[in-house]
């Protein structure tokens, strides 16, 4: 494919290099996969974008990770399946499409075929056989048929509750959704609302979710602990209060059963169905005027521990069950109606919140457990007891220490009364789906006056959404053509359910859709997915830690008992990369500023104010956005991958550096240079056998680098530690070239290995400039049918080492040492020492202390 007339050391041409091979791997198939190829399957999945607009460097971080490491796997003989789609409906498409007067399919199809461009421009590379849109009605078909499922198995249900709503966005969220009382998706402050939704049952999952967490033995433990944090199981008991004046009863639970003799008090959530009614007629109107302003603040707002505590009493009054004690029933904004039962004995004695809300309104404080077993008085604390103690003040429990075997003894003894049982609880709420918006999937059910509710027959899915001339924020229940029907059961007029499903709802699955995007018949072949799932590797987003993850893994589980799969957990491996800030600057009058148009000093060239600047995630608003198609341009497309994976740890928060960028070129050059100089010689180095045994010093410096390489570059790729990786090639390139300088006549063999390992190694990661040298040295076929090198172990083992030495921790010279000395400390120490440039810097100085690590460095410590 390539001109050798055009190879030339000093012109490393990269725009004729990348255009040359930017559509050779996908059209020889090498991303391609069979189903049936399932010996050595890799299945690698990168979590599918959003289609908003042009990609950004940061958004590249993603990809070019994925490709680099399936181009490793596939050079290890793996089948790899990488396959590629688009999370396609959902708010952030709507509102744009309306910001621009278009049509969300218009501007999503558009954005898609942007992302395939910018992809082809990178040289990354998916299974394009497989593509999928979930915007699609052959996707979204599946979607509504895996609704009706969950409907008549109970999973999906429709009830009225207190929902979160976003006046901005015009629908409901779920609770994941809100960050900080505000919605993720606009920033726009959540407020609360009555509305009957449709909702997924995860709690019936909640046990096995948690309990399957221990399986997940390859993901991040931070991103288990936020799950196992979500899901919030907690142990205790449900304790039944009567009221003072009425025949109802309060129901509680607690995880301190044991403090029960010190409930002084009740609190109810403003919202809970009794308060209307226990409230007496001279509370009636503060407790509406309360429950009014605690509905409109949001769940984040009234359970922040720091701020004042407020309430408002009812009037009405409880029986405490073990000793028949009358105790005030307040309302108050810390207790939510989504967790437990709405309602909490209030013990101030032992539990913080509960105690700064007895000393705000005065109430009684009763110690029940205490540090000796001594009586204590309330008034006398400054501060809850939380942790253990004795009992006190407890009846029959009196001297028993506060702990799990006491809770125990509690549960039974209201079990034996009647009055409580023992209940685990959790945190976990019903995933609410329903969303009152246009671009999303439509719910397949239909509402009946003589029937209820009935599912759309599965014969006439997918129900699509209609294609009209955009509405923008008006849903589907301003469009009668849409929503007018007749009942499939009785015939009569009925209409369409005219709410969308969350988009969480398409992301849930579409991993297993891959395997068989193109089927009509059946939402995804059950056979090749239980051969080729669970996904090997996963990658994406640590954002994506409770909302995606959680709700693919409970849609996995309740696929798999509608017999259709037969594996518990969707990932094996999990990955998350960090993200990739740019500085952005601010104007007190012109708002962001485009760093372009900031000076060195931090001013505006223009004006000459001095900015504010902060480190941020690049986004068009901030004005901060680096766009891949600058830097391909100036730099070529291989300089953006190795600098994106050399610039730091994947899984950690970096910033973008152009002097990186630049740094990265020239160490291409530098590369293109030495292969092109040496490729006739590498070529015919081939042909002869390499004796390392018969190397002299220079050479087999250069041997024993590149089967260092090839160890720690194989090893980087398993961790994902790219950024070493691409050290490491920097290493053997400036060994190789060191070696280059002093030979006085090349050993062509070593030559040939040593730079043949260099292309293989790089290649991945810079796959263009990587074909083009695997042609300059002579071969015909692609590198990445090359087969990964293997490193020598005798290799590994160096006759002699670099070692840094450092005086007063800046490095000032290398010691060249035996592998055996350099594990010496005291070798380490005098051979440092006796160095001729350190002698010279030290002259006049007095060595205070020598630290020596074997095998890392030495530093001098002078004055």
């Known amino acids: 494919m390539s001109n050798t007339s055009n190879w030339t050391p000093d012109d490393y041409n990269f725009k004729e290099i990348e255009e040359r091979w930017r559509d050779f791997w996908h059209e020889n198939n090498f991303f391609k996969v069979e189903n049936k190829d399932t010996a050595n399957k890799f299945y690698y999945l990168n979590m599918f974008p959003y289609p908003s607009g042009e990609m950004h460097v940061g958004h590249g971080r993603n990809w070019l990770i994925g490709d680099a490491y399936c181009r490793y796997l596939i050079m290890h003989g793996y089948n790899v399946l990488n396959p590629m789609g688009y999370d396609a409906f959902g708010l952030p498409a709507e509102n744009a499409a309306i910001d621009r007067g278009v049509h969300p399919k218009e501007w999503t199809m558009n954005n898609i075929e942007t992302f395939r ?8 590379v998916f299974d394009w056989n497989r593509e999928l849109a979930t915007c699609t009605p052959e996707y979204y078909k599946w979607n509504q048929w895996l609704f009706i499922q969950f409907f008549n198995k109970g999973l999906a249900y429709r009830k009225a509750a207190v929902v979160n709503w976003c006046n901005d966005c015009d629908t409901v969220l779920a609770n994941e959704q809100v960050v900080d009382g505000a919605c993720e998706r606009c920033g726009s402050e959540v407020e609360k609302k009555d509305l009957t939704q449709w909702f997924f049952k995860i709690t019936d999952y909640a046990q096995e979710l948690l309990d399957d967490l221990n399986k997940l033995e390859f993901w991040p433990d931070r991103v288990k602990l936020m799950q196992r944090n979500w899901i919030g199981r907690s142990e205790g008991a449900l304790l039944k209060f009567k009221l003072a004046d009425f025949d109802e009863e309060l129901e509680v639970f607690t995880t301190r059963p044991d403090t029960i003799f010190g409930a002084t008090f009740m609190v109810l959530a403003p919202e809970h169905e009794l308060v209307e009614k226990i409230t007496t007629g001279d509370h009636k109107a503060a407790v509406e005027h309360y429950k009014q302003e605690a509905i409109a603040k949001s769940d984040i707002d009234r359970q922040n521990v720091t701020r004042e505590k407020t309430g408002v009493f009812t009037g009405a009054f409880a029986l405490n069950p073990v000793n028949g004690r009358k105790i005030p029933i307040w309302i108050a904004d810390y207790v939510l109606m989504g967790y437990g039962t709405g309602a909490i004995m209030a013990v101030p004695a032992h539990d913080q919140r509960d105690f700064e809300f007895a000393r705000q309104f005065d109430l ?16 006398d604390m400054t501060e809850a007891l939380e942790a253990g103690g004795i009992m006190v003040n407890s009846g029959e429990f009196n001297g028993l220490p506060a702990g799990k075997e006491t809770i125990g003894k509690f549960i039974k003894w209201f079990e034996a009364q009647n009055k409580g049982e023992g209940q685990i609880n959790f945190r976990l709420r019903d995933w609410l789906i329903s969303r009152q918006r246009y671009w999303g999937t439509p719910i397949p059910m239909i509402h009946c006056e003589n029937c209820g509710i009935v599912p759309v027959p599965e014969n006439e899915l997918p129900i699509e959404l209609p294609d009209v001339e955009f509405l923008g924020k008006k849903g589907l229940a301003e469009i009668p053509d849409f929503y007018e029907c007749t009942c499939p059961k009785c015939g009569n007029a009925a209409k369409r359910d005219t709410d969308t499903m969350d988009t969480f709802v398409d992301s ?12 009509e018949d059946k939402i995804f072949d059950s056979a090749a997915v239980n051969q080729w799932l669970p996904v090997d590797q996963y990658v994406g987003g640590i954002e994506h830690a409770i909302l995606h993850l959680l709700y693919a893994r409970f849609i996995t589980k309740a696929i798999r008992d509608l017999g259709l799969i037969n594996f518990d957990e969707p990932f094996k491996q999990l990955f998350t990369q960090g993200m990739i800030t740019h500085m952005a600057y601010k104007s007190k009058t012109m708002g962001w500023i485009n760093p372009i148009d900031v000076d060195k000093e931090g001013k505006h060239k223009k004006t000459g104010e001095l900015l504010h600047a902060e480190i941020a995630k690049m986004s068009k608003s901030k004005k901060n956005v680096v766009s891949p198609h600058d830097i391909i341009e100036e730099y070529g497309t291989d300089t953006e991958r190795l600098y994106t994976l050399f610039m730091g740890p994947p899984e950690r928060e970096i910033e973008w550096n152009a002097e990186g960028v630049r740094g990265a070129y020239r160490f291409l050059r530098r590369v293109w240079s030495a292969v092109i100089t040496h490729h006739e010689a590498v070529i015919a180095g081939r042909k002869h056998t390499l004796d390392a045994g018969e190397l002299d010093k220079n050479a087999k410096a250069l041997w024993n680098k590149m089967h260092q390489t090839i160890d720690s570059v194989s090893q980087d790729f398993k961790r994902f530690h790219f950024n070493t990786a691409v050290s490491a090639l920097m290493e053997l390139t400036n060994t190789l070239n060191d070696y280059l300088a002093k030979a006085n006549t090349l050993n062509d063999a070593l030559l040939s290995q040593s730079i ?13 400039i990587g074909e083009e040298m695997w042609r300059a040295i002579g071969f015909d076929s692609s590198v990445l049918k090359a087969e990964w090198p293997v490193a020598d172990p005798q290799g590994l083992v160096a006759d002699e080492v670099e070692i840094p030495v450092q ?7 290398s010691l060249f040492i035996t592998a055996e000395k350099a594990n010496d400390r005291k070798a380490l120490e005098e051979n440092a020492l006796a160095l001729e440039g350190v002698q010279k810097r030290i002259e006049g100085q007095t060595v205070v202390r020598v630290i020596a690590v074997p095998g890392r460095l030495v530093n001098l410590v002078v004055k």
């Open 364 to 379: 009684e404080i009763l110690p029940v457990i205490t540090e000796d077993g001594k009586p204590a008085k309330g008034e």
């Open 756 to 768: 043949e390992a260099l292309i293989k190694l790089i290649s991945p990661i810079c796959p263009f």
């Open 117 to 124: 461009r910018q992809f082809r421009q990178w040289g990354v």
């Open 807 to 813: 005086i007063n921790g800046k490095l000032r010279e």
């Open 508 to 519: 849930s699955w579409y991993f297993l859709r891959y395997i068989s995007p193109k089927a």
